[in-house]
């Protein structure tokens, strides 16, 4: 871990600074930094990845775990210092890249201080496109958790559903944004994100897909929203009644099991498939 002066003296030397604009928040508290790598649970040899490894924070306490890490850093002069630093670690690839547009199937963990101008967008690809993955242990900030986990009201959306569905989260601890250089305006919240048993790729797609259909104009009824997926109304009339919903609902009057029911019946209907 690089304490505040080191952090300064890096950019000094880059004639650069932290760029906000990528969330860069780096860790200086090696409590913090310990307490999130423990809370990973690993196996020797594993894979594991790591989303905006920065400076290294996370990233010198995992390599220590006798794992292989894959870390996945946008900017490139944090790409070239952490390649210089850690050259001797043959446990550790950096991929300079957008994790957005990441893809890998063979990792089951992941970990990461999150960029927090895209938390929501991240948490979004690693259900769409990790098929395996099962655990991840990720920092937020505090707001970005509870706006995941609504099932009611304007926070409540598509993801939110898949989330309830789909994985346990359990919040781990809270980070007072003082353990962070530079210093953000808020604090921040380590959870931890494991699949379900029972936990299925494809339906949990198909669930995203339906219940984005539903929620795309928000004002609309779930009878309108559904005309962009079915072409015909007496099958639009038909999947709704079936379901024990009315066709002037809202989607966000509907529960994660209404939305599971309607995906459920889209699929015996084979309107949809996985
Ligand atoms: N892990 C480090 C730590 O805890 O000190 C840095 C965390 S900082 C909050 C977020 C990191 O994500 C920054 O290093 C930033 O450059 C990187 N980042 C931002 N956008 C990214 C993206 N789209 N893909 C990959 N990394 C990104």
Redesign the pocket.
Known sequence: MLNKDEIKDFFLLEYSHA?KE??????IDEKVINEIVSSLSTTEKEEVLE?????G???GELIKKNINLTA????QK?VNFLNNCYSKNTNLTVIK????HYKDYKFEKII?????Y?TTEIIEHIIKHFNNFKEGVFMVQNEALSRLLFLKGKDYNALNVVINYAYNIKKLFLVSKNSFFPVPNVDSIVFKMTIKEGFDHKFNLALLKVSKTLFKLRRKTIYNNFKTMINDDETIKKVIQNCSLKQNMRAEELSVNDFINLTKELLNLKIISL
């Open positions: 760029k990528l969330g860069q928040n780096f860790l989303i905006g490894p920065g400076l924070a996370l990233t996945v850093e946008y900017d944090l890249g957008n994790f957005l990461g201080n999150l960029p927090y895209i």
